[in-house]
Protein backbone atom coordinates (compact mmCIF):
# COMPACT_ATOMS: atom_id res chain seq x y z
CA UNK A 1 0.00 0.00 0.00
CA UNK A 2 0.82 3.95 -0.11
CA UNK A 3 3.53 5.00 2.43
CA UNK A 4 4.49 8.52 3.44
CA UNK A 5 6.63 8.90 5.68
CA UNK A 6 6.99 12.30 8.14
CA UNK A 7 9.77 13.34 10.08
CA UNK A 8 10.83 13.66 12.35
CA UNK A 9 8.70 12.36 14.79
CA UNK A 10 9.18 15.14 17.96
CA UNK A 11 10.92 18.19 18.17
CA UNK A 12 11.40 19.83 21.40
CA UNK A 13 12.87 23.18 20.81
CA UNK A 14 13.08 26.84 22.21
CA UNK A 15 11.21 29.59 21.68
CA UNK A 16 12.11 31.68 18.16
CA UNK A 17 13.54 28.55 16.24
CA UNK A 18 12.77 27.65 13.10
CA UNK A 19 11.83 23.47 12.97
CA UNK A 20 11.43 21.92 9.22
CA UNK A 21 9.21 19.35 9.09
CA UNK A 22 9.42 16.87 6.02
CA UNK A 23 6.91 14.79 4.10
CA UNK A 24 7.64 11.96 1.82
CA UNK A 25 5.97 9.48 -0.45
CA UNK A 26 7.94 7.02 -0.15
CA UNK A 27 6.09 4.04 -3.01
CA UNK A 28 4.40 6.39 -5.23
CA UNK A 29 4.29 10.15 -7.03
CA UNK A 30 2.49 12.52 -5.40
CA UNK A 31 1.73 15.68 -7.22
CA UNK A 32 -0.34 17.49 -4.14
CA UNK A 33 0.26 16.66 -0.60
CA UNK A 34 -1.46 18.53 2.11
CA UNK A 35 -0.23 19.76 5.27
CA UNK A 36 -3.11 19.88 8.73
CA UNK A 37 -2.94 20.69 12.22
CA UNK A 38 -4.56 19.19 15.19
CA UNK A 39 -4.92 20.06 18.83
CA UNK A 40 -5.35 17.47 21.47
CA UNK A 41 -9.07 15.95 20.90
CA UNK A 42 -9.71 18.09 18.08
CA UNK A 43 -10.16 17.47 14.40
CA UNK A 44 -7.59 17.40 11.65
CA UNK A 45 -7.54 21.24 10.62
CA UNK A 46 -6.22 21.90 6.58
CA UNK A 47 -3.46 24.45 6.74
CA UNK A 48 -2.17 24.23 2.97
CA UNK A 49 -2.24 22.42 -0.23
CA UNK A 50 1.54 21.97 -1.45
CA UNK A 51 1.81 21.76 -4.76
CA UNK A 52 4.72 20.32 -7.06
CA UNK A 53 6.89 23.28 -8.98
CA UNK A 54 4.13 26.08 -7.89
CA UNK A 55 3.06 28.25 -4.36
CA UNK A 56 1.23 26.25 -1.87
CA UNK A 57 -2.31 27.34 -1.46
CA UNK A 58 -2.46 28.73 2.12
CA UNK A 59 -6.57 27.88 3.91
CA UNK A 60 -7.86 31.30 5.99
CA UNK A 61 -6.18 32.43 8.80
CA UNK A 62 -2.96 30.44 8.00
CA UNK A 63 0.20 32.93 7.79
CA UNK A 64 2.35 32.18 4.42
CA UNK A 65 5.16 33.38 6.12
CA UNK A 66 4.71 32.01 9.57
CA UNK A 67 4.50 28.41 7.93
CA UNK A 68 6.77 27.80 4.74
CA UNK A 69 5.84 24.98 2.51
CA UNK A 70 7.88 24.10 -0.36
CA UNK A 71 7.39 21.27 -2.82
CA UNK A 72 10.36 20.59 -4.20
CA UNK A 73 9.54 17.41 -6.26
CA UNK A 74 7.10 14.65 -6.79
CA UNK A 75 8.01 12.98 -3.50
CA UNK A 76 8.83 15.56 -1.10
CA UNK A 77 7.24 18.34 0.39
CA UNK A 78 8.60 20.23 3.57
CA UNK A 79 6.71 22.28 6.24
CA UNK A 80 9.33 25.15 8.27
CA UNK A 81 7.59 26.68 10.69
CA UNK A 82 9.70 29.63 11.38
CA UNK A 83 10.17 31.95 14.68
CA UNK A 84 8.06 29.33 16.96
CA UNK A 85 6.64 30.73 19.65
CA UNK A 86 4.99 28.39 22.13
CA UNK A 87 1.72 28.86 20.45
CA UNK A 88 2.51 27.12 17.40
CA UNK A 89 2.91 23.97 19.66
CA UNK A 90 0.59 20.85 18.36
CA UNK A 91 0.73 17.92 16.17
CA UNK A 92 1.46 18.74 12.33
CA UNK A 93 0.62 15.66 9.95
CA UNK A 94 1.14 15.84 6.04
CA UNK A 95 -0.54 13.70 3.59
CA UNK A 96 -0.15 12.75 0.25
CA UNK A 97 -3.24 11.62 -2.41
CA UNK A 98 -2.14 8.64 -4.95
CA UNK A 99 -3.42 10.68 -8.33
CA UNK A 100 -4.84 13.86 -9.14
CA UNK A 101 -8.20 13.68 -8.00
CA UNK A 102 -10.28 12.81 -5.12
CA UNK A 103 -11.20 9.94 -5.65
CA UNK A 104 -7.98 8.45 -4.50
CA UNK A 105 -7.53 8.48 -0.66
CA UNK A 106 -5.26 10.67 1.22
CA UNK A 107 -2.73 8.65 2.90
CA UNK A 108 -1.12 10.32 5.94
CA UNK A 109 2.24 10.86 7.51
CA UNK A 110 2.56 9.43 10.98
CA UNK A 111 2.73 13.00 12.18
CA UNK A 112 4.86 15.40 13.76
CA UNK A 113 4.73 16.25 17.80
CA UNK A 114 6.10 19.89 18.14
CA UNK A 115 6.96 21.15 21.66
CA UNK A 116 8.18 24.84 21.69
CA UNK A 117 9.31 26.00 25.31
CA UNK B 1 -17.85 23.32 5.32
CA UNK B 2 -16.64 21.19 8.06
CA UNK B 3 -19.00 18.06 7.84
CA UNK B 4 -21.11 17.08 10.83
CA UNK B 5 -20.77 13.84 12.58
CA UNK B 6 -22.69 12.15 14.94
CA UNK B 7 -22.67 10.47 17.89
CA UNK B 8 -19.30 12.79 19.25
CA UNK B 9 -18.77 9.35 21.38
CA UNK B 10 -19.95 5.81 21.84
CA UNK B 11 -19.14 3.26 23.98
CA UNK B 12 -19.75 -0.69 22.93
CA UNK B 13 -19.28 -4.11 24.14
CA UNK B 14 -17.54 -6.33 22.11
CA UNK B 15 -19.65 -7.70 19.99
CA UNK B 16 -22.21 -5.08 19.37
CA UNK B 17 -22.78 -2.86 16.26
CA UNK B 18 -22.27 0.90 15.53
CA UNK B 19 -23.36 3.68 13.28
CA UNK B 20 -21.21 6.44 12.73
CA UNK B 21 -23.29 9.28 10.57
CA UNK B 22 -21.55 12.01 8.57
CA UNK B 23 -23.11 14.53 7.13
CA UNK B 24 -22.79 18.42 4.77
CA UNK B 25 -24.69 21.02 3.67
CA UNK B 26 -23.13 21.10 0.45
CA UNK B 27 -23.03 18.92 -2.76
CA UNK B 28 -20.22 16.49 -1.77
CA UNK B 29 -18.07 14.28 -4.24
CA UNK B 30 -16.34 12.15 -2.46
CA UNK B 31 -16.87 11.03 1.57
CA UNK B 32 -13.24 9.60 2.96
CA UNK B 33 -13.61 7.91 6.53
CA UNK B 34 -10.05 7.14 8.68
CA UNK B 35 -9.44 5.79 12.44
CA UNK B 36 -7.37 7.28 14.75
CA UNK B 37 -5.51 6.00 17.28
CA UNK B 38 -4.15 8.19 20.20
CA UNK B 39 -1.29 9.60 19.51
CA UNK B 40 -1.31 7.84 16.00
CA UNK B 41 -1.73 9.08 12.45
CA UNK B 42 -5.30 8.38 10.84
CA UNK B 43 -5.48 5.06 9.00
CA UNK B 44 -7.25 4.90 5.71
CA UNK B 45 -10.80 2.79 5.69
CA UNK B 46 -12.14 3.13 2.70
CA UNK B 47 -13.78 5.97 0.03
CA UNK B 48 -17.16 6.52 -1.26
CA UNK B 49 -18.19 8.65 -4.50
CA UNK B 50 -20.60 10.31 -5.70
CA UNK B 51 -23.31 8.27 -7.81
CA UNK B 52 -24.76 6.29 -4.21
CA UNK B 53 -22.67 3.68 -3.41
CA UNK B 54 -21.49 1.10 -0.60
CA UNK B 55 -18.49 -0.65 0.29
CA UNK B 56 -17.26 -2.79 2.82
CA UNK B 57 -15.08 -4.74 4.13
CA UNK B 58 -15.05 -7.50 6.87
CA UNK B 59 -17.10 -5.73 9.69
CA UNK B 60 -16.20 -2.33 8.51
CA UNK B 61 -19.00 -1.12 5.67
CA UNK B 62 -20.33 2.41 4.53
CA UNK B 63 -22.74 3.71 2.77
CA UNK B 64 -23.14 7.17 0.59
CA UNK B 65 -26.35 9.04 0.14
CA UNK B 66 -25.71 11.73 -2.46
CA UNK B 67 -29.24 12.99 -2.05
CA UNK B 68 -29.16 13.64 1.35
CA UNK B 69 -25.43 14.98 0.98
CA UNK B 70 -24.75 11.91 4.09
CA UNK B 71 -22.77 8.76 4.82
CA UNK B 72 -22.88 6.95 7.73
CA UNK B 73 -19.90 3.97 8.70
CA UNK B 74 -21.29 0.56 10.02
CA UNK B 75 -19.10 -1.45 12.61
CA UNK B 76 -20.30 -4.36 12.99
CA UNK B 77 -19.50 -7.19 15.90
CA UNK B 78 -17.28 -4.67 17.16
CA UNK B 79 -13.33 -6.11 18.39
CA UNK B 80 -11.16 -4.31 20.96
CA UNK B 81 -9.23 -3.22 17.91
CA UNK B 82 -12.37 -0.86 16.62
CA UNK B 83 -11.08 1.80 19.51
CA UNK B 84 -10.05 5.01 18.41
CA UNK B 85 -11.67 7.92 16.66
CA UNK B 86 -13.56 8.08 13.47
CA UNK B 87 -13.16 10.34 11.07
CA UNK B 88 -15.25 11.78 7.89
CA UNK B 89 -13.65 13.68 5.36
CA UNK B 90 -15.12 15.09 2.49
CA UNK B 91 -14.32 16.81 -0.89
CA UNK B 92 -16.23 18.95 -2.61
CA UNK B 93 -14.95 18.31 -5.89
CA UNK B 94 -11.99 16.18 -8.00
CA UNK B 95 -9.95 18.87 -6.88
CA UNK B 96 -9.80 19.86 -3.38
CA UNK B 97 -8.89 18.64 -0.23
CA UNK B 98 -10.64 16.95 2.54
CA UNK B 99 -11.95 18.69 5.16
CA UNK B 100 -12.98 16.51 8.38
CA UNK B 101 -15.51 16.26 10.66
CA UNK B 102 -14.83 16.86 14.76
CA UNK B 103 -14.68 12.87 14.70
CA UNK B 104 -16.77 10.31 16.81
CA UNK B 105 -14.83 8.17 19.82
CA UNK B 106 -15.15 5.21 19.66
CA UNK B 107 -14.65 2.82 22.75
CA UNK B 108 -15.13 -1.06 22.85
CA UNK B 109 -14.94 -3.19 25.98
CA UNK B 110 -14.76 -6.76 26.70
Same mark, same amino acid.
Not at chain 2, 31 to 43: F, L, M, N, S
Given at each position: ? +?????????????????????????????????????????????????????????????????????????????????? +?????????????????????????????????? | ??? =?????? =????????????????????????????????????????????????????????????????? *????? *?????????????????????????? *?? =???
Amino acid at each position: G +AVVSQHPSWVICKSGTSVKIECRSLDFQATTMFWYRQFPKQSLMLMATSNEGSKATYEQGVEKDKFLINHASLTLSTLTVTS +AHPEDSSFYICSAREGGTGNQPQHFGDGTRLSIL | QQP =VQSPQA =VILREGEDAVINCSSSKALYSVHWYRQKHGEAPVFLMILLKGGEQKGHEKISASFNEKKQQSSLY *LTASQ *LSYSGTYFCGTANSGNTPLVFGKGTR *LS =VIA
